[in-house]
């Protein structure tokens, strides 16, 4: 669990070092600007800019009955933010399973590529895809009700 946050804590604290050393300096403006700017990084490289994960078995089981993709996926992967920003909306149709928190879904994902734990991993009909174009995933999404 810790793991996923350790970057955007990092982050979160070198921005208040830096912000508070140009505060310091009289540059007050220049401090929140670089507070917002690495809050906003450590946002990226959390789990918060990401649907919620569900377990690899449940993940399956979901896929197997509507048919949408299911997508290994980590905290801090900028492929994986690349693909879920890329996605859009369409994003929230898809199920997330973060290989950090589900130790199934890092076995698949390693079972996938030949022991690597490369994401985005996306398994569409039982086959995986390792970091697929966004908008081909798109083309994969069944039909919205």
């Not at 810790?2 to 921005?15: E, I, V």
């Not at 993709?69 to 905290?75: F, G, I, L, N, T």
């Not at 890092?106 to 590529?113: G, I, K, L, M, Y």
Request: glycine share 8%.
């Amino acid at each position: 669990m810790m793991r996923a946050w350790t970057l955007p804590m990092l982050l979160t604290a070198c921005g208040l070092l830096v912000a508070t050393t140009s505060a310091l300096r009289g540059s007050v403006g220049t401090a929140a600007a670089l507070l917002l700017l690495f809050v906003l990084l450590a946002v990226l490289n959390s789990p918060l800019a990401f649907p919620r994960s569900i377990d690899a078995a449940e993940a399956l089981r979901r896929s197997a009955a509507d048919g949408r993709p299911v997508v290994y996926w980590r905290a801090g992967c900028r492929y994986c933010l690349r693909l879920r920003f890329r996605l859009g909306r369409g994003a929230r149709r898809l199920h997330w399973v973060d290989i950090w928190h589900d130790p199934a879904g890092a076995a698949a994902v390693r079972a996938a590529n030949d022991g690597d734990e490369t994401v985005p991993t996306v398994v569409v009909a039982g086959r995986p895809y390792v970091n697929p174009d966004p908008a081909w995933l798109r083309g994969q999404l069944p039909p919205s009700a």
